[in-house]
């Protein structure tokens, strides 16, 4: 079983940054490729960035150049480092990992709003 629990989101301005964590339980961390995704209001959740086990990165065109996402495997946390946001990355941001099933945390609020 792998537990996931985001933290770091909240209110900021709009050209702001904020750096989630998503702090994963379980053994298989290393090995499992993890992801962040988001959902607005009213919208379908949508993929943000990726990470896998060997430390290959994919980012959403929406994010490229302003996102960054990293992970210490030795924390068992994955990062997202979000530079000059904007109104519309208005969001609930979810951490992903996979590792033979999917598994999803509960989500941390990111409002951008002057």
């Known amino acids: 079983q792998v537990q996931l629990v985001e933290s770091g989101g909240g209110l900021v301005q709009p050209g702001g940054s904020l750096r989630l964590s998503c702090a994963a339980s379980g053994r298989f961390f290393s090995l499992s490729a993890m992801g962040w995704y988001r959902q607005a209001p009213g919208k379908q959740r949508e993929l943000v960035a990726t990470?896998?086990?060997?430390?290959?990165?994919n980012y959403a065109d929406l994010v490229k150049g302003r996102f960054t996402i990293s992970r210490d495997n030795a924390k068992n946390t994955v990062f997202l480092q979000m530079n000059s946001l904007k109104p519309e990355d208005t969001a609930v941001y979810y951490c992903n990992a996979h590792y033979v099933m999917n598994y999803w945390g509960k989500g941390t609020l990111v409002t951008v709003s002057s």
């Open positions: 990470i896998g086990s060997s430390g290959s990165t």
